[in-house]
Every structure is written in structure tokens, then in C-alpha cells.
């Protein structure tokens, strides 16, 4: 898993000034706009894409099964004679809701976990890391097909598997950032007055991961659309007729021979998404001053 620190140079400014600087930064980054561009790019289609296809995703019709892109239809058509480009405009609405639920659900519990364990310390923070560890090395595909065979492949339960599971990596890297600041003067003297651990965490130290919990947000975003994708393919994830990327390879894998348009534009839209993340993530993260190639302690 790839962890995140804060680079001990980084500037301590205020919240607003901090923000605009890191803003500057963003844009100097030919990377981070190209990734931030395409990203803006695929969440307004998810959101528009009912009142932009130009056909109708779920219509079959079998006199235009597996039709070559033309001018009726850009993208071609599948074996269903369905609209490729409509489908693909309305695959990603269903991946970027379940996995954006699932990334705040995993952000959410894995980093107030993190930062009490980081706080807290002692035993309770050794023997629940060694449970952490144990977690982590699971499979995760192996780990999210057994909950939801056991289970159902509803989407509350698809949000709440993956935010569990996604959310144990973020508990190592915020407890990690969270160490960084547990003995400073501030947090010191809040002990003092007497505050309680909760409103130290919440008060003190959040805050301070808050930069390395949005970048960690983004990058788990982008594994779990990748989780997600690989779910539907597998017949685990978006339930037919659904439209959705993973599953639209899978339907038309078996025809890449004489029709790949049907697998080659879904997995464009799933890979720009991906990678248009992975850059977005990328550029933050040294917009704000972190280093994603060391791992915490």
C-alpha cells in the first residue's frame, strides 16, 4: 500500500493563505490540471449523462446487434443492439456514486481511528495495529467477493464493504501523520486543560492530517473504482441492466475478436478516470508539501 508523510519543510501558514498557496501550486501543474480537467470532465457526464445520451441505454434492438461506430451510432452498438455511447455515458454514474459513498465512509472511520490510535498510544495502539496488519495482508478481491457473496451485491452493501475494507489502509497512514504532531506544545497543552481525547482529536490534530487525509481520499478513490469495476466484471457488482463499465467489458469479452469497439471505449472511460485521479492525486500531494513515497512509523 502506498503511504504518505508530511515533509518536515512544509510551511506552517494560516488556513486560508495555506489554501490558496496550495491552490497556486495545484495549477503550476501541467499533470494535475490535465488530471484535474478529465476528473471535472467525467463527473459532470455522470451527472448529465440522462439528458445527454442520444438514445436509450436499456433499448435492445436485433437488427443492429454489433453495428461498427457510425454516424447513427458513435460508439457502435453491443451485442444487444444497445447504443454503446449512451451506455458508456451512464456506466460511470453508478461506479462514481458507490465508490465516492464508500471513499467517505472510508476516510471517515479509518481516519478518526488513526488519529486516536496515534493519540493514545501505549498497548491499545500496538496490539490493534498488529490487527491492522493482519487485515491489510488479506486479499482484498478475495476478502470483498466472500462478504458479498454472504451478503448480497445490494448498493448500501456494496458502499459499506468497500468503505470498510479501503478505510483499514487509511487508519495506518493517518495514525502514521497523526504521531507527527502528538508530542507538539499544543496538543500538550490541551492535555492540560483537561480536555478530552475526543476534542483533542477532533480539535488539535485533524487539522494537521486534514492535507494528508485528502490526499490519502484521493487515492483510495481511485483503487476503489478500480475494486469496484473488477466486482462487475466478475458478476459481483452492478446488477443488469444496469449499465456500468466493468460489466459492459465483461458482456462483450468474448467478441473483442470482431467487435472491439464494445470493450475498447468502457475501458477507456474506466482507465481516463483512473489515471485523470491518480494525477489529480499526485499533484496535490505536491501542491501541499507531501511525500507519498515514505511510509509512516
Known amino acids: 500500500m502506498t503511504a504518505i508523510t508530511m515533509d518536515m519543510n512544509t510551511p506552517v501558514t494560516k488556513p486560508a493563505s495555506r489554501w490558496r498557496q496550495v491552490w497556486s501550486n495545484l495549477r503550476r501543474s501541467p499533470s494535475g490540471m490535465i488530471g484535474l480537467s478529465v476528473l471535472i470532465f467525467h463527473l459532470l457526464l455522470a451527472l448529465l449523462a440522462p439528458w445527454l445520451a442520444p438514445h436509450d441505454w436499456t433499448l435492445q434492438n436485433g437488427y443492429q446487434i454489433l ?24 456506466g460511470g454514474r453508478e461506479a462514481i456514486t458507490v465508490t465516492m459513498l464508500g471513499t467517505l465512509l472510508a476516510v471517515s472511520w479509518g481516519g478518526l481511528v488513526g488519529m486516536t490510535l496515534g493519540f493514545v498510544g501505549g498497548r491499545t495502539d500496538a496490539w490493534l495495529m498488529r490487527v491492522i496488519d493482519a487485515l491489510l495482508a488479506i486479499p482484498w478481491l478475495l476478502f470483498l ?10 448498493t448500501w452493501t456494496l458502499v459499506l464493504t468497500l468503505g470498510f475494507f479501503f478505510g483499514i489502509a487509511v487508519v495506518r497512514v493517518v495514525r502514521g501523520a497523526t504521531l507527527e504532531y502528538v508530542p507538539r506544545d499544543f496538543v500538550l497543552a490541551a492535555r492540560t486543560r483537561g480536555e478530552s481525547r475526543l476534542t483533542i482529536v477532533v480539535r488539535e490534530l485533524l487539522p494537521n492530517v486534514l492535507d494528508a487525509l485528502l490526499v490519502e481520499a484521493a487515492m483510495r478513490w481511485a483503487w476503489m473504482l478500480l475494486a469496484f469495476s473488477s466486482l462487475s466484471f466478475l458478476g459481483f457488482g452492478v446488477v443488469p ?57
Open 241 to 297: 441492466p444496469t449499465p456500468d463499465w466493468g460489466l459492459m467489458i465483461a458482456d462483450s469479452r468474448g467478441m473483442i475478436s470482431i467487435a472491439p469497439w464494445a470493450v475498447i471505449f468502457p475501458a477507456l472511460a474506466l482507465s481516463t478516470l483512473i489515471i485523470s485521479i491518480n494525477l489529480t492525486a499526485d499533484a496535490l500531494a505536491k501542491a501541499i508539501g507531501l511525500d507519498r513515497a515514505k511510509a509512516p512509523v
Open 67 to 90: 453495428q461498427a461506430p457510425s454516424e447513427a451510432f458513435w460508439f457502435g452498438t453491443d451485442h444487444m443492439g444497445r447504443d454503446l455511447l449512451s451506455r458508456t455515458m451512464m
Open 145 to 154: 467477493l466472500l462478504v458479498i457473496a454472504l451478503v448480497g451485491q445490494q
